[in-house]
């Protein structure tokens, strides 16, 4: 008799690859630019979809359940900075100054909006909540993230921000997902009957993971610090990660969501923006050596979709079987 066989995550195998590719063959010059376009398409896709697919009804409920959008932010800009700070003195004399700002930086960013949005789909989590509150924690980012920063990251001065990235996401992402909803009535029949439309949604996460090592490899980070230093940053980014994916899931089910909303609330509340932080962090820390200060960001980028992306698929199959259990 065969032994059995490991199941194989094709989506996880397609972050790592893009992950390796980039790093190898950073997207450069007209490629860079191609990237961009082709991750800045994907992203507008994804949400007009989103909205193509979600009734007029469930997204009003998606605006209206402001403890699920309190509670992700409040994880956000409250929790994570908290352990941000936690992770700083407990790093202190023994790992690279600029690392350690780079983790407390880290803390400070806005959630990430295409990613956590997907997760939640994958995962049959509340996607019209997922929205409307990883939006938000960007629209807000724009303001909260520098304040947070002047506040908590005493050596920065002359802390500036644009209100470029709030055009971007409602360029982006707003106005798709309300181009989605008003279309309704001639495509959700269609994305309906076509459910292999949702690798778009897988598609444009792994665009972003290879947008995003190219931008590393670009700056050239890797120079910047020693392996020990990336080794115990990468134990502290999981260690990170590990505490905000247990106590989401943990609160939110104290606090008496329904599973769809703890999904939501566990896919926007641990993870961290490389799409907002990089920008954000080239207007804060001007001068300063930005890759040593975003390599923390990147590294946590890049755990949290790998992690996230291993958990929607379980608890993919976990919905799918107890509906066939009930059904």
Known sequence: MSSPRIPIDRFLLAIIAA???ASVFPATGIGE?????????AIALLFFLYG????????????????????????????????????????????NPGLQAGLLYLSLVPST?????????????????AVVSASASNI???????????LLMTRTSGVTFTTSTIVDIVAQLLVPFV??????????GFVTAHPELKLVDRGSIVLVVYSAFSAGM??????????????????????LLVIMLGLTWWAARRLGFNRPDVIAIQFCGTKKSLASGLPMAGVLFAGAPIGLMVLPLMIFHQAQLMACSALAARYAKAADADAQASG
């Open 52 to 95: 193509a697919r979600l009734s007029p009804r469930e997204s009003l409920e998606g605006l209206t359940h402001w403890r699920l959008h309190a509670t992700i932010l409040s994880f956000t800009y409250l929790v994570f900075p908290l352990l941000g700070l936690g992770m700083v003195a407990a790093t202190t004399g023994w790992l």
């Open 179 to 188: 181009l989605g909803q008003l279309s309704r009535r001639w495509t959700a």
């Open 33 to 41: 630019t191609v990237v961009s376009w082709l991750t800045t398409a």
């Open 140 to 150: 807000l980012g724009v303001f909260l993230t520098p304040a947070l920063v002047w």
């Open 113 to 129: 909006v295409q990613s956590s949005i997907a997760f939640t789909s994958i995962a049959k989590g509340n996607v019209a909540g």
């Open 218 to 239: 670009r700056e050239g980070m890797w120079s910047q610090t020693s392996w020990t230093d990336i080794v115990a940053l990468l134990g502290i980014s999981v260690l």
């Open 19 to 21: 992950a390796i590719i």
